[in-house]
């Protein structure tokens, strides 16, 4: 059990720790305009936020926002970089310490040494153990209906005072979730994933402590639980339907549904069965797509060739952790035809 945060506010709140939020804030970033201001009177920048955060007068600026399409579209919400800063400081000094240690093991997302490719192995084993103890078995697979718009923002103060009992760090918890909207938290924020991630850490101790669950993942608002018979899995998911309204405020999508193992489960960009794993036809789709793109551009002589063997290298790398050798050879094939040489 983790313990709770006590009157370490401002313990937290020293130059060396905003420092080093904005060595992490700025990884990967140094060349652009705003992060290479910020360094340029880095020393005054950092001193102020102290002062602004210290005397209770800091205040976050304005969102950038833009639309992302992939893998729908989301409306993304940036705020500017000395934001970013005090963000990372916040998850880093009272975020990961203290909450990190209240997640289960099956959780996946937005932690150090997990991610997705841990996750599809994680519930490939939990699939085996079900295969070898009961043969067939039936697959509840769920996620939130537009999740991070509909998080209570009440409700999650309420889970962070669980844990949280310095009350200048809920005073500025307060302030960093106070954009003008009573529901929601902004997908693009350093601070929401984790919040949203703490919301669900709420679901995950009860399906495992009070439904009993053994074999249970969960990767962000995205989770399966693999169950012994069809009757089963519609009581669990009529309980949890139950205990997201009444206790989260929250409604599952109706693409929540169960279905039996044999037809395998869609989760973390791949299609999972108890002996192999392939990648989803959405994912093969893309690839195609985008090299029959670089194609097109090479003949305009619009073609970038370092964006796209980033880009070729990434799709690469999610692919060499399914069973797909001939779907690669494939595209290997397509690849030829742009010369890269």
Known sequence: ????????????????????????????????????????????????????IKSGTYKFGDYREFFVYEPKKRLIKSLPYRDRV???????????????????KDTFACLDERGTHKAVLRLQQQMRNMKRQYKKYYV?????????????????????????????????????????EEIGIPIGNFTSQYFANIYLNELDHY??????????????????????????????????EKFLKEHLNLILNQKSKYFPNNKGIDFCGYRIYETHILLRKRFKKKIKKNIKICLMLKSQHKFYLKKFILTYNSFKGHASHSNSYHFMKKMDILIKELNLD
């Open 86 to 104: 005090v963000h990372q400081w916040y998850v880093e000094e009272f975020i990961k310490p203290y909450f990190f240690k209240r997640f289960i």
């Open 1 to 52: 059990m983790s313990k709770t945060i006590k009157k370490c506010f401002y313990d937290k709140l020293t130059f060396e720790n905003i420092l080093n939020a904005h060595k992490r804030a700025s990884k990967g970033k140094i060349h652009k305009k705003e992060i290479i201001l910020f360094e340029m009177d880095l020393e005054t920048n950092i001193i102020r936020i102290i002062n602004e």
């Open 207 to 240: 399906i495992k402590e009070q439904l009993r669950i053994k074999n249970y993942i969960r990767y962000m608002d995205d989770f399966i639980l693999l169950l012994r018979t069809k009757e089963e899995a519609r009581e669990i998911l009529s309980l949890i």
């Open 140 to 180: 509840l697979k769920c996620d939130i209906r537009k999740y991070f718009y509909t998080i209570d923002k009440k409700i999650l103060l309420e889970i962070l005072k669980k844990r949280i009992k310095d009350k200048k760090i809920i005073e500025f918890s307060k302030v960093i979730l106070n954009d003008n």
